[in-house]
């Protein structure tokens, strides 16, 4: 079974401090894929990252980073300097790639970001 | 900017009312899927097309009806829609539906649906 835990519902902070966003995954494949997604108010769903099961290595761009740790099956962002721009809903999501999980994106619970000036 | 595209952005309908929702993408995708997300919820898929053809339908109601004209273009018709159905629809699409290289799945600025 695929499945994902966002176990932050909202965190509030205050311009420049740095936030961390918590994912913890769950899946039976050797190959899977780890994705983080913004979405604003708006509505759109923002592509940020994926990472693949077999590449463990972080990842950094600009005041986002991204750590992979597959023997604690977490896949953390983290945001420094925030902004209010950065307020949102982030949302966590793994895609496996074989049996009845093809084609299939599953999500975490969203995680609303807001960031107060 | 998104290059998932999405019309209209915001729609109204009676529950006896029929209306389509559009999604086109031009980056050559073979992938295309609906979602539907509710307030505080993730999205929900709703269908897959891959190479045109239905791939995945989640149980979905048949007042909800997906169509793929071409490899560029997805509707969703709507047709004796509930007031749970308000919601917003999101289209997406990837490279392909499997494999490495289609494993990014894009996202278009979705459909606010009302239904009263």
């Known amino acids: 079974a695929q499945k994902v835990t966002q176990a932050q519902t909202e965190i509030s902070v205050v311009e420049k401090e740095d936030v961390t966003l918590d994912c913890v995954y769950e899946t039976r494949d050797t190959t899977y894929y780890l994705f983080w997604y913004k979405q604003p108010p708006s509505g759109e769903l923002v592509f940020l990252i994926r990472?693949?099961?077999?590449?463990?290595q972080n990842e950094i761009s600009g005041r986002y980073s991204w750590n992979f740790q597959k023997s604690t099956s977490s896949f953390n962002f983290t945001i420094t300097a925030s902004q209010v721009v950065d307020s949102a809903v982030y949302f966590c999501a793994l895609r496996g790639d074989r049996g009845s999980t093809l084609g299939r994106l599953y999500f975490g619970r969203g995680t609303q970001l807001t960031v107060w000036p | 900017d998104t290059e998932v595209t999405q019309t209209p952005k915001h729609l109204v309908m009676g529950m006896t009312n029929k209306k389509s929702l559009k999604c086109e993408q031009h980056?050559?995708?073979?992938?295309m899927y609906w979602y539907k997300q509710k307030a505080k919820k993730p999205p929900e898929l709703m269908f897959v097309y891959s190479y045109e053809k239905l791939s995945i339908n989640e149980s979905v109601p048949s007042r909800f009806s997906p169509e793929c004209p071409n490899s560029s273009l997805l509707n969703l018709h709507l047709h004796a829609l509930q007031p749970e159905d308000s919601a917003l629809y999101l289209c997406?699409?990837?490279?392909?539906?499997?494999?490495?290289?289609?494993?990014?799945?894009?996202f278009g600025e979705g459909s606010w649906l009302t239904v009263v």
């Open positions: 990472r693949n099961s077999f590449d463990e």
């Open positions: 980056m050559g995708h073979r992938a």
């Open positions: 997406a699409s990837s490279q392909e539906m499997v494999g490495a290289s289609g494993n990014t799945i894009y």
